[in-house]
């Protein structure tokens, strides 16, 4: 799932441009590399073992710690403070999209890097690939104070190759004074389709954008199901005359300039814009939309083993979870970092929706051989 | 072979092999550095391309089990033909587009511009191309949204406003302006060397402007109107910016389906190879149409 890469709209789509040319390039790189093995994209992962192991020999926690993350999940000063406790250097790339990390590690384009942040479903996925290495508890400090529900998650079931570090919502960010009946649920896109002629966006991303419209309807957003599929794909095209665009990033100028209505965004990016201009709202749909969580996880190719466990321990600490929330508004799974926030973010609905909304909304689960018929309808989507 | 019949001969056509041997080691050399580039960059990357387009829903981390051509049977489905048209008319529109718009500004610069501006003149027509094409299409949506400079100088003339964002007009719009420095460099290539006194002999023989512009001036510039639009097409055929920034919701192209199929959530390698053959096949397409009908002298273009 992106996140929020930076406020300035251009930069960050620059950056993401940028790293879709990195992405392309470790493509192809793969497909030259992987082909000599008659396997395409499969991780060298004997090779880079040896190259894990090696490090480790040496002084705990020293060298340099390359980290591939989303954008803003690690700032600056979160950088800075981990230097100054460990003396570790941090170096850190970013990506937009779960599949673009994917694609560059098979490709043996992220070698070094030590930590990774996955998705759920991408760590269930990364795990049948055999490309992360299971953690070694008794070097991780903290991990009890993480909240039951992430201990023993679906996508990692006794988390032993990942740890919970933040999760958050995907649903609709409105201009509230142009749209005077708040939304509720979904189903608020198809009846006020003549209102919102050509002033939503919705996600650019299948998954995310084909799940709301399945849950719309009653169904699961996992769901596998080809008439079901088909029913989603109908009444997404009769949504069409609504829409703008497929946008995942750089609707905020237009949205706060009046252009667009309605933005359907992850709670990263909404809860932001609305806790800095409360003309807009960010709401999680009645039925339920998508509930996220994103993981730290060390593939099995990572030098500097060490750093990575340092990197880990670090952010578990409650004082540094507590402090980068602020920072970047996402919600922790961290029990005790929560009970260090302010009462106002605590009690911010978006934040940390209340259980019953939760307990309606998925996470979004690998769907196997459905994906190639998800891409299928996406592209009948954008090209009808 | 007639000489290789007598002894002396064949001596002397050894002679002479073993003469064009050497003196073809100098080319050969010279050429060897651009070669390996071009081979290890282009032929090479092409040739693997080629291999997994033709290994039917390829995903990464897959063995490859087996070769067929469901691949480039797939592109032939509805959904994928509409894609493949789309890119076509979006390619096709801007090349006539930037003919249109750049025929009149590469004739007045060759012709009719004061020869000390010219260059100058030319320097600033190509000035943006050396902003990234990102920023420019950037720029382009703050001009064409809705409360865009477009629209706020429309509304301040009291003429009514257009709602161009996201449509397939701003995606002719922004290409367009991508695109035209090129033919503009390359048409005014072609008619700077336009024979003037050629004009001058059909206005001798009764040709009015108009006439000797069709008869003569456009059939001699005509190599450079190929090559522009063949650049023009190619680079349109191919652009992924434009399209995903600009073109709304329906605007699907052959980069854009490449892209999802390497980085989306179908991962089909397979797939996606054998699209960007497709693509690479129809920009050779064109290629081989300018080398057959095209201009017989590239070089005087340098």
Partial sequence: MPRRLSHNSSLLSRTSRRRFLQGSAAVLAGVGLSNCRRTVGNVDTAASETTAAAPSSGAAGDGVLHIYTWADYTDDELAAQFTEATGIDVKIDVYDSNETMLAKMQAGGGANYSLIYPSDYMVTEMIGLGMLTELDKSRLVGLDKILEKWQSPVYDPDSSHSVAFSWGTTGLLYNSEVLTTPPEDWNYLWENRDVLSRKLTMLDDVRETMGAVLSSLGYSYNATEPAQLEEAYKKLLDLKPALASFKSFGWQDELLSGDLLMSMVYSVEGIPVSLENPKFKYVIPASGSSVWTDTMVIPTSAPNVDAAYEWMNFNLQPKVSQETVERLFFATPNGEAMSMLSKELLDNKNLFPPEDLLAKCEGIAPVGDANALYDEYWTKVTSA | ?302
């Fill in chain 2, 1 to 302: 072979m007639e000489g290789g019949l007598r002894p002396e001969g064949r001596a002397i056509n050894l002679s002479t092999i073993y003469q064009g041997f050497k003196s073809s080691l100098r080319p050969l050399g010279l050429l060897g550095p651009a070669g390996l580039w071009l081979f290890l960059l282009m032929v090479l990357p092409t040739i693997l391309i080629g291999e997994l387009s033709f290994v039917p829903g390829l995903k990464p981390g897959q063995p490859i089990l087996g070769y067929g051509l469901l691949n480039y049977l797939r592109i032939l489905e509805p959904t994928y033909l509409q894609v493949l048209k789309r890119s076509a008319t979006f390619a096709t529109g801007t090349t006539l587009l930037c003919l249109l718009l750049g025929f009149p500004v590469a004739y007045w610069l060759a012709l009719m511009a004061p020869k000390r501006w010219r260059n100058l003149l030319l320097v600033l027509f190509i000035l943006p191309l050396w902003t990234s094409s990102l920023l420019r299409t950037y720029a382009w949506i703050t001009l064409l949204r809705p409360s865009g400079v477009i629209n706020l100088v429309l509304s301040t003339l009291g003429l009514p406003t257009q709602s161009l964002m996201n449509t397939p007009w701003a995606v002719y719009i922004g290409m367009t302006y991508s695109f035209l420095p090129y033919m503009v460099l390359i048409l005014y290539a072609s008619l700077e060397r336009l024979d003037l006194s050629l004009l001058e002999a059909a206005a001798d023989l009764g040709a009015n402007p108009r006439v000797a512009f069709w008869r003569v001036t456009v059939p001699q510039t005509f190599p450079g109107i190929a090559a522009g639009g063949l650049l023009v097409f190619v680079t349109s055929l191919g652009d992924f910016v434009v399209p995903t920034l600009l073109g709304g919701p329906s605007s699907m192209t052959i980069s854009r389906l490449i892209y999802n199929q390497f980085l989306g959530v179908a991962r089909n390698w397979g797939f996606g190879s054998a699209l960007s053959m497709v693509l690479i096949l129809m920009v050779s397409a064109a290629i081989s149409l300018l080398l057959k009908y095209g201009d017989r002298n590239p070089e005087m273009y340098s």
